[in-house]
């Protein structure tokens, strides 16, 4: 009995049907790139001091002297938030006492911002932080809306494979589309805080499952070579291209609410993509609808310009495809035995603190020496060769190995930046990429690790669990960067460190380089230190890795 690739292998593997697909569903996740970081800039937050209204009654060196100094980052600068009592300042000004010589400002009273502040203008035209006054006893509600877009983000991780099961993979796929671009645009009329962050949620919602669904319908489509391509290369990259745009277009655009305008446009070209990308005939016939499968089917070999078979499938055969009711698993599955328990807790960890790691010095760019718009630039392309060098260690390394070796550099590097002296900024910035280089790479390289770890009946279980732990990681990586505010290097140092050590845990999994998919749980590989000195790793050969991978994010 033929399977569904043996009875389309007529079509070819890369066929133009094939590369209209790949390069279509790829250019789809472009969007997805500069929304997914775009809070970097839509929420930035400039230099900013008390600001004293005109009818002060203040003489200039009054004015100049009504900002009390802070220390900050080891120098000297004006308070952000607070400012010397303007009715004391005044009654000196009257008098004509001079601020230094003839009172002393230390022991002035002091009194929070009450008239507002001044921003400057040097690196942001207007944010929802100048829009909204989102500084100082409100400065928490910064990384809160990135934290809530994250939400998001978890919310649509969950329903979106559910709804493309339902009511199939294009359709949902150009609704959430449609999500992400409507509700970036419905952004630019916020007329609060709250109103923009209840928006940036739904945003996230519909940019995880977009991404999500394009990548099942690719991996679906596509053949069996070609699907290795998409899931590790294609998707991933054009993410990295979209996430390379955001500082392009935020550079020319430095209000909030034209940035956010211009980075929706680019969803509208997605529109015509309608009449091109195909429903999944794997998911037409699951659904008993084998006309329409037959149809796509045909249509592709035309465009591929082969000569299909009078019959595509038998009636026997399409039965035999539809999925069959298996054996329904709990979470409590996945710490039934000491041994799984112990790999499904140290996966958990794993994820959560890679993710972490990766948002973490992705929306911290602003926080780096030098230009936030270059910084960000700089941020998005190192994820490219990230990519491609975790594609050549799937195919060629042992995944404990490859994984391990990229952590561990990814954080040790982050752990060096604070030994950097002041004036390196070269050396920091390229310090904080290598960590980005290694973190990315690791990162897109977990979930084909977890894929192989699991049995048939908790992988999916597994996966979904694993996902969920990096949502919660995202959620919580804006608050690592808000560290920043109190100590520089606070934020660098606990990611460093929880990186190197995951990456030493990681060592403890089992190799799953080069031996078959397990089945069930007697199949499971064992963690190193149950393994009483027996070796299950098997010969490692890149053929038998597994066909399909998937990407992480």
């Given amino acids: 009995m033929r399977d569904y690739d043996a009875a389309t292998a007529f079509l070819g593997e890369w066929g ?17 790139g500069f929304n997914g970081m775009s809070a970097v800039f839509l929420a930035g937050t400039p230099e900013h001091r008390c600001a004293v209204p005109r009818g002060a009654n203040l003489s200039g060196e009054w004015l100049n002297a009504s900002i009390p100094l802070e220390l900050r980052g080891g120098q000297a600068v004006p308070s952000r938030c607070r400012r010397y009592r303007l009715a004391e300042l005044a009654n000196f000004s009257a008098l004509g006492l001079r601020p230094g010589s003839d009172v002393e400002l230390g022991s002035l009273e002091q009194e929070p911002c009450l008239d507002g502040w001044e921003y400057s203008r040097d690196v942001y035209r207007s944010t929802i932080v100048t829009e909204w006054n989102l500084v100082c006893e409100d400065d928490w509600k910064v990384p809160l809306t990135t934290s809530l877009f994250f939400v998001g983000v978890l919310i649509g991780s969950f329903i979106s494979g559910q709804l493309s099961d339902r009511f199939g993979r294009k359709s949902i796929l150009f609704l959430t589309m449609g999500v992400q671009t409507g509700f970036s645009f419905l952004q630019i009329f916020s007329a609060s805080w709250e109103m923009f962050t209840v928006l940036f949620l739904i945003v996230g919602m519909g940019q995880i499952s977009n991404y999500v669904v394009a990548f099942i319908l690719g991996t679906e489509i596509l053949g069996r070579s070609v699907r290795i391509l998409f899931s590790t290369l294609g998707v991933c990259i054009f993410f990295a291209i979209g996430y390379m745009l955001l500082p392009l277009f935020a550079y020319f655009i430095r209000d909030w609410r034209m940035l956010l305008l211009a980075l929706t446009v680019p969803g509208l070209f997605c529109i015509p993509l309608w009449w091109i ?7 037409l016939i699951s659904q008993g609808r084998y006309k329409e499968a037959d149809a796509i089917i045909r249509k592709a070999a035309k465009i ?17 495809w539809k999925p069959q009711q298996q054996q329904k698993a709990i979470l409590l599955d996945l710490f039934r035995t000491r041994n799984i328990a112990t790999i499904t807790i140290m996966s958990l960890l794993l994820w959560f603190f890679t993710s972490i790691g990766y948002f973490g010095l992705s929306l911290s760019t602003p926080n780096w020496h030098g230009d936030a718009y270059i910084n960000c630039f700089l941020s998005a392309v190192i994820e490219v060769p990230a990519y491609v060098i975790a594609w050549l260690l799937l195919r060629y390394l042992p995944r404990r190995y490859s994984l391990s070796a990229t952590l561990v550099l990814g954080g040790a ?7 950097v002296p002041a004036d390196l900024n070269i050396l920091s910035i390229a310090l904080v990429m290598l960590g980005k280089f290694g973190i990315t790479a690791a990162f897109s390289m977990l979930y084909v690790y977890n894929v192989e770890l699991y049995p048939t009946v908790v992988r999916n279980m597994a996966v979904g669990a694993t996902s969920t732990a990096s949502r919660l990681g995202s959620i919580i990586a804006p608050y690592f960067v808000y560290l920043g505010a109190y100590d520089r290097f606070l934020p660098y140092i606990l990611m460093g460190s929880l990186t190197v050590l995951i990456g030493i845990l990681t060592l403890f999994l089992p190799e799953s380089y080069g031996n078959p998919l397990p089945e069930n749980f007697e199949q499971m590989l064992k963690v190193k230190c149950f393994r009483n000195g027996q070796q299950t790793t098997g010969t490692r050969s890149s053929k038998e890795s597994p066909k399909v991978l998937v990407t992480p994010m």
């Fill in 16 to 32: 133009r049907f094939q590369r209209l697909v790949f390069f279509l569903l790829s250019a789809s996740i472009i969007p997805n």
């Fill in 277 to 283: 990308i195909p429903e999944s005939p794997r998911w």
């Fill in 304 to 320: 591929n310009g082969v000569p299909a078979p009078a019959v595509l499938f038998h009636t026997g055969e399409m039965e035999d």
């Fill in 413 to 419: 590097v982050v752990l060096f930046i604070q030994l």
